[in-house]
């Protein structure tokens, strides 16, 4: 399966923005979906993650309350509504999917990562 994230751009703090992560092949709606991100000189982190039938979501404790998953079984998409964006949201996005919610979280993906998508929040 192959992700494209897209979205991204250069906000300023308090701002908000939504990223997009189109699949491409058939088996997008039987697997969990995840946003990572990597900011400069930082490992790659978990954002957040949804089920499959987006019936449970989970949160980094760093952007909890202000982002918001969600997912498109019939256009193939996920998405990441991030609000009150902060400088240290500053990072290169990635989405991913994964067998189950857990295994997202733990980064146990089944696609590569691809470019992702940068979101640069000016303070």
């Known amino acids: 399966v192959q992700l494209q994230a897209s979205g991204g751009g250069l906000v300023q703090a308090g701002g908000s923005l939504r990223l997009s992560c189109a699949a491409s092949?058939?088996?997008?709606?039987?697997?969990?979906g995840g946003w990572f991100r990597q900011a400069p000189g930082k490992e790659r982190e978990f954002v957040a993650a949804?089920?499959?039938?987006?019936?449970?979501?989970d949160y980094a404790a760093s952007v909890k309350g202000r982002f918001t998953i969600s997912r498109d079984n019939v256009k193939k998409t996920l998405f990441l509504q991030m609000n009150s964006l902060k400088p240290e949201d500053t990072a290169v996005y990635y989405c991913?999917?994964?067998?189950?919610?857990?295994?997202?979280?733990?980064?146990?993906?089944?696609?590569?990562w691809g470019q992702g998508t940068l979101v640069t929040v000016s303070s």
């Open positions: 991913a999917l994964g067998t189950s919610l857990v295994m997202v979280q733990r980064g146990a993906v089944i696609n590569s």
């Open positions: 949804i089920r499959w039938d987006g019936g449970s979501t």
């Open positions: 092949g058939s088996i997008f709606s039987n697997y969990a």
